[in-house]
């Protein structure tokens, strides 16, 4: 699923037109990444929580020359599906 298609699922489900739907998932997808980059969680109960982890330095070898490089540490978006999220995709 795209983002239109997304879009298009959300004004059905919420008998919305489909700009209000773009308005709405843009708005979300906007305050999620604002509060990801503050460093905060965020916590949708029964779906999941998006939260900031830090991946240390570290060493790998370029499939290309063979030669070791260094990759800096950095922050990385997580995901952890909540309860209801995992049951439903074991279905």
Known sequence: MNKK???EAM???ADISKAAA???LNGMLM????ALSK????TLVGFGTFSVVKRAKRKAKNPRTG????IPAKKVAKFKPGSKLADAVKK
């Open 22 to 24: 773009e308005k709405a």
């Open 5 to 7: 298609e997304l879009v």
């Open 39 to 42: 460093g905060d969680k965020v």
């Open 67 to 70: 030669e070791m490089i260094k």
């Open 31 to 34: 305050s999620v990444t604002k």
């Open 11 to 13: 004004a059905g489900a």
